[in-house]
């Protein structure tokens, strides 16, 4: 017998853009769902009423938790669902509210990369890289800000009936730190965008090994500092290698001022641009380094890998999964300069090595559909439901 389609609501506090890291996985799974045959409603940040409190820990702690659950009560008294996926912890109050009022479908937690690992990561690597975390008299508030964050977890948790990560390091974090997850919390990998895949790569040759790429935000978690000291180091070693670096304007003094005078006719900053020609600046270049403190999905490494190239990433998130898989390219120790440089170094000497993990990664990528997550999503969801139909009630 045929699973009936399922009718899903989706809540993102992101607007609708395909092209960035959460909104744009809340958007391609949202299209994947859909051309499986299911039924999907989208909320988004435009959808939950007027935001009052413009400081971001603040909104999320006081004001995000009530629009969530506004939103979601309202739409569901107005349609049934069987799923009420939403994300980010703030989630737990609308979950809770659903649940006191007999909701009868799952309702679910997507984390697009888990805010108590973050936690865990960041204040560590500020401490190292004595870089303050916020601005004095704002640095005060931060402990007490990041405790009373990290408890909606708990009440994500409590309230849910599963929770979606990204990657295993997410989810062996949550059910060690909140073990009343272990039986709800599933990995669902993000998927590369179609074009990434159809797309044929351009072979991998030596002469694009020189040529190094990094594509994200300009935010300390990325780690651009690590980046700064890698392109310092091999640039200095090797006078064939450049670097293209695409991240916002509004960082790219900073990121000129931080790299050695006499090496910055080898670094091209570029502004962010549309999937399509990211596609085209993946295959003019032929190492893409991915230095991030911290990462859930890491979907630019897999657009990478799914470009052929060779990625020389940070081992956290999912890319710990995409690239010891098959040895698919280069991961090295969180914030280990020396690590990143050795490898790219070792790229360029030993090029046949790189070449051929690159088609493998190029294989491993090709399989993260945005469909193989909707599938995958689905499933979870057909496993949970079985549960609370025999019960005829949710937990």
């Given amino acids: 017998m045929t699973d009936s389609p399922l009718r899903i609501l989706t809540l993102a506090n992101v607007p609708p853009d395909p092209n960035s890291g959460a909104a744009g996985t809340v958007y391609h799974t949202n299209v994947a769902l859909r051309e499986l045959g299911h039924e999907v409603d989208e909320l988004w940040a435009h959808d939950l009423g007027r935001r009052r409190i413009s400081h971001g820990n603040l909104h999320s702690l006081l004001e995000q938790p009530r629009l969530y659950r506004d939103a979601v009560l309202k739409a569901v008294s107005n349609k049934s669902y069987d799923v009420v996926q939403m994300s980010q912890p703030q989630a737990w109050l609308a979950a809770r509210d659903l649940k006191s009022r007999q909701f009868q479908g799952l309702v679910m937690n997507r984390s697009h ?10 204040p560590e690597w500020h401490r190292r890289m004595g870089i303050p975390e916020s601005k004095f008299p704002r640095s005060l508030f931060t402990p007490a800000l990041r405790h009373f964050l990290q408890r909606q977890w708990w009440k994500a948790v409590q309230f849910s009936d599963g929770v979606i990560v990204t990657c295993e390091m997410d989810r062996d974090f949550l059910i060690d730190k909140i073990p009343a997850a272990t039986a709800k919390t599933f990995v669902v990998h993000h998927g590369v965008a179609a074009e990434f895949v159809e797309r044929p790569p351009r072979s991998l040759t030596p002469d694009r090994l020189s040529r190094l790429l990094y594509v994200g935000q300009h935010s300390f978690i990325k780690g651009y500092h690590i980046l700064v000291q890698v392109l310092n180091r091999v640039l200095r070693e090797n006078e064939q290698l450049t670097c293209t670096w695409v991240t916002a304007d509004a960082g790219h003094g900073e990121i000129r001022s931080l790299i050695e005078p006499t090496l910055q006719n080898r670094l091209h900053l570029e502004n962010w641009r549309p999937n399509s020609e990211l596609i085209d600046l993946y295959d003019q270049h032929g190492q893409f380094v991915f230095p991030s403190f911290f990462e859930g999905a890491g979907k630019a490494s897999l657009e990478a890998l799914s470009r052929q190239m060779y990625v020389v990433a940070s081992d956290t998130g999912a890319m710990h999964e995409y690239i010891t898989a098959n040895n698919a390219g280069a991961l090295c120790p969180v914030g ?50 079985r549960p609370l139909k025999q019960t005829g009630t949710t937990s």
């Fill in 113 to 122: 990369g888990l805010e108590l690992r973050v936690d865990r990561v960041l």
């Fill in 336 to 385: 280990d300069v020396e690590a990143f440089a050795g490898a790219i170094l070792r790229a360029l000497s030993e090029p046949q090595e790189a070449i051929e993990a690159a088609v493998r990664g190029r294989e491993i990528a090709a399989a993260k559909s945005w469909r193989t997550c909707a599938e995958r999503l689905v499933e979870v969801y057909r496993t949970l439901q």
